[in-house]
């Protein structure tokens, strides 16, 4: 068995600590050759000690220097870099034959896409890289060689529900050509399924953060909490599968055991169930076609008793419907999708916006700017950019206003 060289993008955040726990406990199967992060520092340091990566990289000078005096003081000799060309050049290294792509926003996408064209093994949780570049993702999957994984636990879950030739080879096929008539994309519903409506201007960034089944980050647990997740794993899907968005069905389903499902045309449903724990779609990325021990939990059918299933409610979830909408506009309308939600979120965990104010600020954007040019990555980051001015205005606007 050959041992995979490791890459980390974003090694401090959920998905990445999640793999780190993973790969630790299979020192004989992984080696850690680098680990990025942002802001948090420390964490990475601790990481750095106990994993002895080659390489780390961070986001500026200041913090490179403050990790270098850390590992100093330490004794380790883990080379620190930083910016983006740094990610980049960890994750196309040749002796890296594994990148987990975890860096949560747009900052992640240049390096995961380099990932791609170099021919990686691609541990895909960035969402960003397929919203904001789908088709040029995909055809650099195409062109290398490269091996494409979907970690998401919803995707990770159509992934292992899909026929081999198909998941496989997606863009050689169409979703007729498997006996497929429809990918069934779970969502939780989040903290705010069952509140009253009227209540949601009056919800906290401390309200929106608090997940019911899934540990996640704050951006992303927000992001749940207004379904805009869910909108942005229908734009994913439809990327990874090769699937029309009149194909991606959402279904709610409170208990997140099901993780999603796949419908085909002899009445059968394919569905993936397991317990609410991210390490399994990673374990599932970083071995397949094997399987190997994750640390996680068996699910016990028995205690979760009763399985629940509804149709999304889209006035409650306006960022869902936002999100459909995009999908079918094509062009740059998701990158802007996208940056305008990152830019709304943000603004909203600071208190300057309201909750119900997060749909406000991303339609306002879509509405100036989704006609963009968006044929290759720079002009989909000059988009990004742009949107994300054009939102932080509204948002000003709007927070002299709330």
């Not at 397929?130 to 055809?139: E, I, K, P, R, T």
């Not at 300057?352 to 044929?375: D, M, R, Y």
Request: aromatic share 6%; glycine share 6%; net charge negative.
């Amino acid at each position: 068995m050959q041992q995979q060289i490791v890459t980390i993008l974003g090694a401090t955040g959920s998905i990445g600590s999640s793999t780190l726990d993973v790969i630790g406990r299979h020192p004989e199967r992984y080696r850690i050759f680098a680990l990025s992060a942002a802001t948090q520092i420390d964490k990475l340091l601790a990481a750095c000690e106990v994993h002895r990566p080659l390489h780390a990289v961070v986001l500026d000078e200041q913090s490179a220097e403050r990790l270098k005096k850390g590992l100093l003081a330490r004794g380790l000799s883990t080379e620190v870099s930083y910016g983006a060309e740094a990610l980049v050049q960890i994750s196309t290294a040749p002796e890296v034959t594994t990148v987990m792509a975890a860096i949560v926003g747009a900052a992640g996408m240049s390096a995961t896409l380099a990932a791609a064209q170099a021919g990686k093994r691609v541990l895909l949780a960035n969402k960003e890289t397929l919203v904001l570049a789908g088709q040029l993702f995909m055809d650099a999957v195409a062109r290398s060689g490269s091996v494409l994984l979907p970690i998401d636990s919803e995707h990770n879950a159509i992934f292992q529900s899909l026929p081999t030739f198909y998941r496989e080879n997606p863009y050689a096929y169409t979703l007729a050509d498997a006996g497929i008539e429809k990918i069934l994309l779970t969502a939780s519903g989040g903290p705010f399924r069952t509140r009253e409506l009227d209540t949601f201007s009056q919800i906290t960034a401390a309200e929106a953060v608090k997940h019911p089944n899934w540990s996640m980050g704050r951006k992303i647990s927000v992001d749940s909490a207004s379904m805009m997740n869910k909108g942005l794993e229908v734009i994913e899907a439809r990327w990874l599968f090769n699937a029309p968005a009149e194909q991606i069905e959402v279904v709610v389903h409170p208990q997140s055991v099901v993780h999603s499902m796949v419908q085909y045309r002899d009445g059968s449903v394919m569905a993936q169930l397991g317990s609410p724990d991210m390490r399994t779609p990673i374990a599932y990325g970083l071995a397949y076609p094997e399987r190997i021990a994750a640390g996680v939990k068996a699910l016990d059918l028995f205690s979760v008793g009763r399985l629940d299933f509804s149709a999304p409610d889209f006035e409650r979830f306006p960022c869902l419907n936002l999100a459909y909408e995009a999908l079918k506009a094509g062009g740059a309308a998701p990158a802007v999708l996208n940056a305008a939600n990152e830019i709304a979120v943000a603004a909203f965990l600071e208190s300057t916006i309201l909750f119900t104010q997060i749909p406000q600020v991303i339609e306002k954007t879509l509405s100036q700017l989704s006609l963009q040019p968006a044929g290759n990555i720079e002009e989909l980051l000059d988009v990004d950019a742009r949107s994300r001015c054009v939102a932080q205005e509204i948002v000003l606007q709007m927070g002299r206003t709330c």
